[in-house]
């Protein structure tokens, strides 16, 4: 689908349920919220699903746009690379999916797809504008939320000349840029702080420095008296280390280990996670591997020393 094609999809159903995927980050939950709101105001029933992973530190932006007992006709994923991947809760089949990222594996009926954004939030601020002619501030406070987060706060390489437009954009619509940029990257809890002690203390070099990977268990996280809200942006930390290709930050659940992997462009973030059933984009992919932290971290090493 092109930008028109989507519009035009949306204009033809009502009911709609809005997906976001598991462990919710601002892109998927800005996107989706933002797009929620365009559609009720184009006069649509829509309803953002009530995804139980999502953290206090973003409800509080999408909470008036969820509800528990929709009912629905069809549904849209926002940001949503993999049918695996849509929030706990939800199990059914999704008409049309709005995504950047080029491992997308099309599981849904319709895809709105552009790989080259640094965010979700780009494109569904192109919907937006095709659909109501207009973006509301709070609309854009959301869309700014998921440009911002998706890339670090304009930090990362994925970061284009789009992105800045699409930000500046975004502010001259009403987002409270200020606002929201001292309460998702500037302020911090006491426990994310001790958790960060932790991750840098433990730090593990491979391949002459090459390779830095950090691994995030159970225990490290009563320790710190972290929680799943304390560990926004937590796959950035191994990187900043001088000399770094390749960062993994390894995250031990139960039973298993969420991996992010981040890297310069000479490395393909989401080949290697390919291998153990993930992906992502080129240089911020991620999967899950069903083992401990310890052997987790062996096989992501040998399957680096392959392209090393």
């Avoid at 709609?16 to 006069?43: E, K, M, N, Q, V």
């Avoid at 509301?136 to 706060?153: K, R």
């Avoid at 995250?251 to 490395?267: I, N, Q």
Wanted: net charge negative; charged share 20%.
């Amino acid at each position: 689908m092109n930008i028109g094609q989507c519009v035009k999809w949306l204009n033809e159903h009502d009911d709609i349920l809005i997906l976001t995927h598991i462990r919710p980050d601002g892109d998927t939950l800005g996107g989706a919220a933002a797009l929620c709101s365009a559609l009720r105001r184009a006069g649509k029933n829509a309803a953002m699903h009530n995804n139980p992973d999502i953290t206090p530190k973003y409800l509080k932006y999408v909470k008036s746009y969820i509800s528990d007992n929709f009912q629905y006709s069809c549904t849209v994923a926002v940001d949503v690379a993999e049918q695996h991947m849509l929030s706990n809760g939800y199990s059914g089949k999704v008409q049309l999916c709005i995504d950047h990222h080029p491992s997308n594996s099309h599981y849904a009926e319709h895809l709105l797809l552009n790989g080259a954004k640094a965010s979700c939030g780009e494109i569904v601020l192109q919907v937006i504008k095709e659909l109501c002619g207009s973006v509301e501030p709070e609309e854009a406070s959301l869309l700014y939320m998921a440009v911002s987060t998706d890339c670090g706060c304009f930090r990362y390489a994925n970061v284009t000349a789009e992105t800045f437009a699409a930000a500046s954009e975004l502010l001259t619509y009403g987002a409270q840029v200020q606002k929201l940029n001292f309460d998702l990257f500037r302020q911090v809890s006491r426990a994310r702080m001790t958790l960060e002690g932790s991750i840098l203390s433990g730090l593990k070099y491979f391949f002459d420095g090459k390779v830095v990977a950090a691994t995030v268990t159970k225990q490290m996280m009563l320790d710190a008296g972290a929680t799943e809200n304390d560990c926004d942006d937590i796959a950035g930390i191994p990187g900043k280390v001088e000399g770094c290709v390749v960062s993994l930050v390894i995250r031990e659940l139960d039973g298993k280990c969420k991996v992010s992997v981040r890297s310069h462009e000479v490395f393909d973030s989401s080949a290697l996670c390919a291998k153990f059933g993930g992906g992502g984009h080129k240089m911020a992919s991620g999967c899950t591997i069903e083992a401990e932290p310890e052997e987790t971290l062996q096989l992501l090493v040998d399957a680096i020393a392959e392209v090393l």
